[in-house]
């Protein structure tokens, strides 16, 4: 069959789609529903998830400056991510009171809005089968489903970004800039969510206007520059506002070592994230984390073409990679001579390119978390569910001697094979999912075979070989649906979120776990831990007030999670009866696991002197020494290894454990600012240790026996660190 006949018989098959039927809605909103149940239920059990997170909302709901500069504790260092995720968050706590399910709702509901776009976006080109086809995929792609039930932002990432794809192809659709410009601004508040990550879609929204816009190529060059301006506009809006703020006004900017917000933009989250933490990146930035060179304390495999199929990074995004392959392939040899470009084009030219970058970036970083990849699931589902639609298109309209149309059953067979080599490495589970995934797609290619063979084109016939290209995409989304679901089932989808057996996200202890097999969250009810239980702790309320912001409501289950529960618990309790009249309960240097559980258990405003790392240089030892001497503090805690989870930025070992914590002996390290190493052991203030803070603490402040705050079992694991009451320090 010539491909003029092709493209006519498409043409007129797309067409039948325009207007869809009821049978396609009623699909449409089966999947909407189907991801909404994967990311709510029992979504209880998550307690509060990321625990760095979910501190700093709890702290942005007392005040509207700490609000607006994101702020982790009381008011002096920030989150290390930018403000609009948390806001969004923050809002959610607010309306529907401070629960560990409120945080993590905006993700869920950006998650089905995202499939919902991503089948408008796919159906309006190729037709509603290859929207819902891309839509089912998305909904089932294995980082998306505990991604989704996080409160990691990264799916308001997503959200964000293909709204930009949507608006970016009607503006080479209709050469009118404001839909341009609104892809610009909807990347920009990407960028206001997760800074640099939100710029993997803009090589593909920059050509997609260049080579397709319907305006000439003067106008597309001046609309670029125009709508580059607005995107700068937008991104840095928040950020200007901070940097132009005076320091003394404003918190410290965590994850820094010169307290700029360019420092965090470009070094830390920007070009650190390629080279690996301490691996070259921008002066200014703190590797607060203790993470090693280019491979940044993770073990994602060898850089190269082929990384995306290593066991860790496959389990999350690899299983149809050759279906996403093979139909970049063909839809560029289709397209290939269309100029100008029509709307297929400019749909290879955005699925394809935001593909081959993002796929490129993952394959050659140096330090990203696996739930980075979740910006991959767009452009994988959309040449899934495109290509399936090519692939049929191949098979069905031209006769047996063709070699494209035999190419649907080979690619589902080769895909089949693919995901039976990822499962080879899980032997438990490849035992029971191999021979089903193996089984019933050569059971579909020999239907398909066999349909082609005998080449029947009665309307029965051609239904029954689109059943079975169905039951193969089906079968083929067995293997992510399985991974994505493990983190429902075993309720431990924490801090750091992925897919899979919680053994291989890191090679150790797995995703989400804090070592010695015990639940990192822990704040939800009775849990009971390996070494100790998690009582029903102090309940707390929403936040006070104080500068007029509008507190939440009150906290489900509370009680300390993770290691030593019990000595987290008296510490807090030792605190709350000996604060008297002091404005801050405790200042901290130890990072954000060891402090977020005291903050979210109490309603008391805690310092974090060291930020999420423990290694920021928060403040000066005359700054500290000036709140002990005003009264509005007496008691800081230096070091400790306290239960709970860490944040974004926190590596998992191969004890599973989080925050600065080595994989060796499970004690505290910090790097400092060359990514040496600034301390072992206990974390002592990290950095802060250049500003004479901790020699401070140390000369003119008493011990406080460990006996006071200790379990009273005695158990000194997972110790609370040396606590000090500073009263002494107000005439030093």
């Known amino acids: 069959m010539s491909s003029e006949t092709t493209d006519t018989s498409l043409s007129d098959r797309l067409s039948s789609f325009a207007d869809e039927t009821p049978m396609e809605k009623v699909a449409l909103l089966g999947i909407l529903c189907l991801s909404a149940f994967l990311n709510l239920y029992r979504v209880s059990d998550e307690g509060y998830a990321n ?108 959200l964000a970004v293909l709204g930009g794809a949507y608006f970016v192809l009607r503006a080479a659709e209709t050469g009118r800039r404001r839909w341009l410009f609104a892809s610009a601004a909807a990347v920009g508040l990407g960028f206001n969510i997760k800074m640099m990550e939100a710029y993997l879609v803009l090589p593909a929204f920059y050509l997609v206007y260049l080579l397709g816009a319907e305006v000439s190529i003067r106008r597309r060059i001046t609309d670029l520059v125009l709508s580059t301006g607005v995107l700068f506009v937008v ?94 392939v063909l839809l560029v040899y289709r397209q290939r001579g269309q100029w100008p470009f029509d709307g297929r084009s400019r749909s290879v030219v955005l699925w394809g390119m935001w593909f081959l970058t993002a796929a490129t970036f993952f394959s050659v970083a140096g330090f990203f978390h696996l739930y980075y990849l979740v910006m991959l699931a767009p452009p994988v589902a959309a040449l899934v569910g495109i290509g399936l639609v090519e692939l ?54 020999a239907a398909l075979v066999v349909g082609r063979v005998r080449r029947r084109t009665d309307r029965r016939w051609r239904s029954a070989m689109g059943t079975a290209t169905a039951l193969g995409l089906v079968v ?47 704040f939800g009810g009775n849990a009971s831990f390996d070494n100790g239980t998690a009582g029903n702790g102090s309940q707390f309320g929403g936040p006070s007030n104080a500068s007029g912001f509008p507190g939440g409501g009150g906290a489900s289950g509370s009680g300390f999670g993770g290691v030593n529960s019990e000595a987290n618990t008296a510490l807090l309790s030792y605190l709350e009866a000996h604060q008297g009249n002091a404005t801050y309960l405790v200042a901290a240097d130890s990072g954000a696991n060891s402090i977020a559980p005291l903050m979210l258990n109490s309603d008391e405003p805690i310092i974090s002197l060291g930020g999420f790392g423990g290694s920021d240089p928060v403040m000066t030892k005359s700054e500290l020494a000036s709140l002990v001497r005003s009264g509005e503090l007496k008691y800081v805690l230096v070091g400790g290894r306290m239960g709970g989870g860490a944040g974004d930025n926190a590596p998992s070992e ?7 914590q080595s994989a060796a002996n499970g004690q505290y390290s910090s790097n400092g600012p060359n990514g040496g190493n600034a301390s072992s052991g206990a974390m002592n203030f990290g950095d802060s240790q250049q500003n004479g803070v901790s020699q401070w603490v140390e000369n003119s402040c008493t011990v406080v026996s460990s006996d006071e705050y200790q379990s009273s079992d005695g158990n000194q694991s997972g110790s609370a660190g040396t606590l000090y009451n500073c009263t002494s320090a107000v005439n030093n």
Not at 654 to 660: A, L, M, Q, V
């Open 476 to 522: 083929l989304l067995v293997a992510p649906t399985v991974w994505g679901s493990m983190s429902i089932a075993s309720g431990t989808n924490v801090s750091i979120p992925s897919a899979g057996p919680s053994s291989s996200a890191f090679g150790g202890g797995g995703p989400s776990g804090t070592g010695n097999g015990s639940p990192p969250s822990g």
């Open 392 to 445: 049929w298109d191949e098979y069905w309209n031209t006769d047996s001697s063709t070699l494209l149309g035999w190419l649907l059953p080979a690619t589902l067979l080769g895909t089949a094979a693919v995901q039976a080599y990822i499962l080879s490495r899980y032997p438990s589970y490849s035992q029971t999912l191999t021979p089903v995934i193996v089984g019933g797609v050569v059971i579909v290619a």
């Open 235 to 328: 991104s840095f809006a928040w950020a200007t506002v901070v940097a132009l703020t005076p320091a003394s006004q404003r918190p410290y900017i965590g994850s820094t070592d010169n307290n700029s917000i360019f420092s965090l933009i470009f070094g830390y989250n920007g070009i650190e994230r390629l080279t690996g933490m301490g691996g070259g990146g921008i002066g200014g930035s703190s590797s607060s984390g203790g993470f090693g060179g280019g491979g940044g304390g993770f073990s994602h495999g060898a850089i190269g073409p082929l990384r995306l199929f290593n066991g860790e990074l496959a389990g999350q995004i690899g299983w149809l990679l050759p279906v996403a392959v093979v139909a970049l």
């Open 654 to 660: 191969t004890n599973g454990s989080y925050g600065s």
């Open 51 to 158: 625990l760095y997170y979910a501190a700093a909302v709890k702290n942005m709901l007392t005040s509207w400056h700490n609000f607006f500069f994101v702020s982790f504790d009381a008011g002096f260092v920030t989150v290390d991510k930018p403000p609009l995720g948390l806001w969004i968050q923050t809002a959610s706590a607010w309306l529907f009171g401070f629960h560990g399910w409120s945080l993590i709702l905006p993700q869920a509901i950006a998650c089905v809005l995202s499939i919902a776009l991503l089948y408008r976006i796919v159906g309006r080109t190729f037709g509603s089968r290859a929207g819902l086809a891309a839509a089912l995929t998305m909904a089932l792609t294995a980082v998306v489903i505990p991604t989704s039930r996080n409160n990691t932002a990264d799916m308001l990432v997503v």
